[in-house]
């Protein structure tokens, strides 16, 4: 399968919560194995602190680098929530109040009896030229700006807004993949192994040692978009058992 087929991306968590320790990044995991599923490799995943240069040299660097950049995290309320500004500030643009932005937070927040006090309509704020990312949760929204994808951080949020975004990047060609278990330790196959996957260099061929018991093993998993050569290859991976 031509390598013209390979869609490339980069996954931005922004937090100091999530470097601190004091909260799990779940949101990396779930997006990764969603873009696999319709064959969008994820290359590259950086966690970093709400610190304004570092948002936006991440963003420029990875746009101009993947064919898609997804964040996660600082687009609430509070003043530490600078995603959006520093998007903003990556493509040069200014960053309004968005009206239908407005109008959903309006809306929903008069359901609730909650007052929409300048802090929550911060989160109105999209980009111009941007277009918004539905949340069906807390209606608050994400936004897309050309390649980058700017999402909440509360997981089942992002999660939510994935699923929303995640029907308009499928793609004729997902990546599937198989699992060979090798009762042998890593170290034992790994020259074998080696010599296999310098014969398919365009294929992704890991190595996972486990332990069961007294059974040391390596799971080897092929991931391509050929499933015919995938099952070629593991043709070959089977030998080393």
């Known amino acids: 399968m031509s390598e013209l087929l390979l869609r490339t991306s980069g996954i931005i968590i922004i937090g100091n919560e999530i470097l601190s320790g004091r909260t799990q990044d779940l949101n990396s995991r779930y997006l990764a194995q969603r873009l696999l599923s319709i064959g969008i490799i994820v290359n590259e995943v950086r966690i970093i602190p709400d610190i304004k240069d570092q948002i936006i040299n991440s963003v420029n660097e990875l746009r101009n680098k993947y064919n898609f950049v997804f964040t996660s995290g600082g687009i609430g309320p509070t003043h530490d ?9 990556a493509f040069d643009v200014d ?22 006090n300048s802090s929550r309509l911060r989160m109105a704020r999209i980009p111009v030229g941007a277009v918004m990312i539905p949340n069906p949760i807390s209606v608050a929204p994400g ?21 929303n975004i995640i029907k308009n990047l499928e793609f004729k060609f997902s990546i599937k993949s198989t699992t060979i278990t090798i009762n042998k330790a890593e170290g034992d196959i790994a020259e074998k192994l080696s010599k296999i996957a310098s014969l398919y260099p365009n294929v992704s061929i890991g190595s996972y040692p486990f332990e069961n018991g007294l059974i ?11 499933e015919k050569l995938i099952k070629e290859i593991a043709k070959f991976t089977e030998k080393l058992k």
């Open 95 to 116: 960053l309004p109040v968005n009206k239908d932005a407005k109008k959903l937070l309006e809306n929903y927040y008069l359901t609730k009896q909650i007052k929409l």
């Open 216 to 226: 040391k093993g390596t799971n080897i998993v092929i991931s391509h978009y050929d």
């Open 81 to 89: 929530d600078i995603t959006a500004e520093c998007v903003a500030s």
């Open 143 to 163: 936004f897309k700006i050309k390649n980058v994808f700017v999402l909440a951080g509360v997981p089942n949020i992002f999660q939510a807004m994935v699923e």
